[in-house]
């Protein structure tokens, strides 16, 4: 199974059926490549979906950046045990084993939760947000998934041209 990883999102509101329907017409009519369209209605059920597609690629990057900041802060934690034990030998002297642990654990559930406030990827969740806020008012939506920067301000310039309330990028 091939898939793709489209990190860069345009999503748009329309105030009824119709609209966005010309919307997705004339981004087909764009011919652009690299990008995914998904038109979204009031109550349908696979929003969040829509919205990420790549869960699976999402929650690997959750775990790989939580796991690179434990490491970046244990190192961390290695670096300040070290000092510390060079400032005052008399921590560690009377806890040989477990001073040195309990610095490079500190270090690393501080790095972990870096790594994984980092990984939440925050702006797609006001996005979500948006997106959702507005199907359960009754409008319909346009999200675009475009695979980089260049495919995403094209989207953009036509999604621009056909709507007249709100549209939103990550």
Same mark, same amino acid.
């Given at each position: 199974?091939?898939?793709?990883?489209?990190?860069?999102?345009?999503?748009?509101?329309?105030?009824?059926?119709?609209?966005?329907?010309?919307?997705?017409?004339?981004?087909?009519?764009?011919?652009?490549?690299?990008?995914s369209?998904?038109?979204?209605?009031?109550? +349908?059920?696979?929003?969040?979906?829509? /919205?990420?597609?790549?869960?699976?690629?999402?929650?690997?990057?959750?775990v790989?950046?939580? !796991?690179?900041?434990?490491?970046?802060?244990?190192?961390?934690?290695?670096?300040?045990?070290? !000092?510390?034990?060079?400032?005052?030998? !008399?921590?560690? =002297?009377?806890?040989?084993?477990?001073?040195?642990?309990?610095?490079?654990?500190?270090?690393?559930? =501080?790095?972990?939760?870096?790594?994984? /406030?980092?990984?939440?990827?925050?702006?797609?969740?006001?996005?979500?947000s948006l997106?959702?806020?507005?199907?359960?008012?009754?409008?319909?939506? /346009? =999200?675009?998934?475009? !695979? +980089?920067?260049?495919?995403?301000?094209?989207?953009q310039?036509?999604? +621009?041209?056909?709507?007249?309330?709100?549209?939103?990028?990550?």
């Amino acid at each position: 199974m091939h898939t793709e990883r489209y990190p860069h999102k345009v999503a748009a509101v329309y105030q009824d059926g119709a609209a966005a329907e010309a919307a997705a017409m004339a981004l087909e009519a764009a011919n652009l490549e690299r990008v995914s369209v998904v038109r979204l209605a009031p109550g +349908d059920s696979a929003v969040d979906l829509a /919205i990420e597609p790549e869960t699976v690629g999402a929650r690997g990057t959750l775990v790989k950046d939580t !796991a690179v900041g434990a490491a970046a802060g244990a190192a961390a934690g290695a670096v300040t045990g070290g !000092a510390a034990a060079l400032a005052t030998p !008399a921590l560690f =002297i009377s806890a040989p084993v477990v001073g040195p642990l309990v610095v490079l654990g500190y270090g690393a559930m =501080i790095g972990s939760a870096a790594g994984a /406030i980092r990984g939440l990827r925050l702006r797609e969740t006001v996005l979500a947000s948006l997106v959702k806020d507005a199907l359960n008012a009754g409008y319909h939506c /346009i =999200i675009v998934h475009a !695979a +980089d920067e260049q495919a995403q301000r094209r989207a953009q310039s036509v999604v +621009d041209a056909t709507v007249t309330e709100v549209t939103a990028h990550s």
